[in-house]
Nanobody
Framework: QVQLVESGGGLVQPGGSLRLSCTVS????????VGWFRQAPGKEREGVSY????????YYADSVKGRFTISRDNLKNTVYLQMNSLKPEDTAVYYC?????????????????????WGQGTQVTVSS
């Protein structure tokens, strides 16, 4: 009944841009912080970005800092990830996730085990 759906992925040239969306149905998103993760073949699922319930606090992995921007529209139950200056190493399946217990995250925001609700993922491929 509770579902998170990612969209906006696709094939893009290096240096290009994409905007990913994470839309939640079945509950109200406004009381939950949201993390974006990605997973490439043969690699661990890693944290990319995080946004608090109000959007006041955001975090980014060092590998995407300055290129990606996370935002949210609670009225639309949607969180966005704007990705600019994309690199081949950004190629992965991107997932959004929430922690249904709403525990404070702090430095643990990028730990995948802090989250228990996940979307199906959207493929991002950066290639020339």
């Amino acid at each position: 009944q509770v579902q998170l759906v990612e969209s906006g992925g696709g094939l893009v040239q290096p240096g290009g841009s994409l905007r990913l969306s994470c839309t939640v149905s079945g509950f109200t998103l406004e009381n939950y912080s949201v993390g974006w993760f990605r997973q490439a073949p043969g690699k661990e699922r890693e944290g990319v970005s995080y946004i608090s319930t109000t959007g006041v606090t955001t975090y980014y992995a060092d590998s995407v800092k300055g290129r990606f921007t996370i935002s949210r529209d609670n009225l639309k139950n949607t969180v966005y990830l704007q990705m600019n200056s994309l690199k081949p190493e950004d190629t992965a399946v991107y997932y959004c996730a929430i922690d249904s217990t709403r525990r404070p995250k702090g430095s643990r925001w990028s730990n995948r085990y802090e989250y228990d609700r996940w979307g199906q993922g959207t493929q991002v491929t950066v290639s020339s």
